[in-house]
């Protein structure tokens, strides 16, 4: 088993929410814990849906010794809901947190008590001064709900002045779109590290879906090229690693603080790439 940290790894895992899925996520967790990654995140769902299984797998995580960062949606809760959170959170020894302004719960209209991520990082600030270090999202490109690129860049700014310590990205595929981004927020004097999140192309057709909604933009000759292979996934799987991992050498290369794996709970793919970027592969179970 390799021993040696990957620099700056960070991976994305989500809750599941059957059996099989939990054995799923947990022979994954075997995988990529090789990789001595530098902290886990564990997603919050819309409304906290997931509230237990968040924790549960940030504990999971941690009984690995790796550090288990949860996710935490402000929207459509209440100060009281999120400060018992926090302190449940800190009373098991967490100290890093995501701080998000999250989706409503599907039929529900009220915003609660933070319309913005801004506010949330802010109360976690105020109610427990110093304990978490606090994460936050980052859009190269925009947030999908956004109509103007400088506004944007506000909003992510009143975050950090909230009291942010770092940021991942949501996925891109154009590393010019990042760099641009760190640029104008450097200008902005927004200094917190700005860590690319990096999506493994695992299908193409559920890559475009995904993307949309997230306002990410594939670049028309990949879509081009993926097109061309038509249900042959065997080669669209060699083409995405391809794609992404020169794209990470490049974000590396030129800067990045790290790379942030959406594992989506898979392994083959982020082992892959990390083994192309660092020469190390995990072991298998």
Not at 65 to 71: I, R, V
Not at 179 to 190: A, E, Q
Not at 208 to 230: A, N
Not at 246 to 270: D, I, K, V, W
């Amino acid at each position: 088993m390799n021993t040696q940290p990957c620099p700056g790894l960070s991976l994305e895992y989500f809750p599941p929410k059957s059996e099989s899925g939990v054995e799923q996520l947990n022979k994954t967790r075997m995988q990529l814990a090789a990789l001595c990654p530098e902290f886990c995140s564990v997603t919050f769902g819309a409304g906290g849906s997931t509230r237990q299984g968040t924790l549960d797998t940030v504990l999971a995580i941690r009984e690995q010794g790796l550090n288990g960062a949860p996710h935490l949606s402000g929207i459509g809760a209440s100060e009281q809901q999120i400060r018992e959170i926090i302190e449940q959170y800190r009373g098991h020894g967490i100290n890093k947190i995501i701080a998000l302004r999250g989706d409503l719960p599907s039929g529900t209209v009220e915003s609660g008590a933070f319309r913005y991520a801004a506010e949330l990082v802010a109360f976690i600030r105020e109610t427990t001064s110093d304990w978490f270090e606090i994460g936050v999202a980052a859009y190269p490109e925009a947030h999908p709900q956004s109509h103007n690129y400088d506004q944007d860049i506000l909003h992510f700014k009143a975050k950090v002045d909230a009291g942010a310590h770092l940021a991942i990205t949501q996925y891109f595929f154009n590393p010019d779109a990042y760099f641009h981004f760190v640029d104008s927020c450097r200008k902005l004097n927004i200094n917190i590290p700005i860590i690319p999140g990096i999506m493994p192309i695992l299908g193409f057709s559920r890559l475009q879906r995904f993307s949309e909604l997230c306002g990410t933009e594939i670049p028309r000759w990949v879509t081009r090229r993926m097109e061309s292979y038509g249900d042959d996934m065997a080669s669209v799987r060699a083409f995405g690693l391809d794609v992404v991992t020169a794209m990470c050498e490049r974000l590396l290369s030129q800067g990045a603080p790290g790379l942030h794996f959406y594992t989506m709970n898979r392994a083959s793919l982020t082992t892959e790439i990390c083994q192309r970027l660092y020469g190390k592969r995990p072991a298998t179970t």
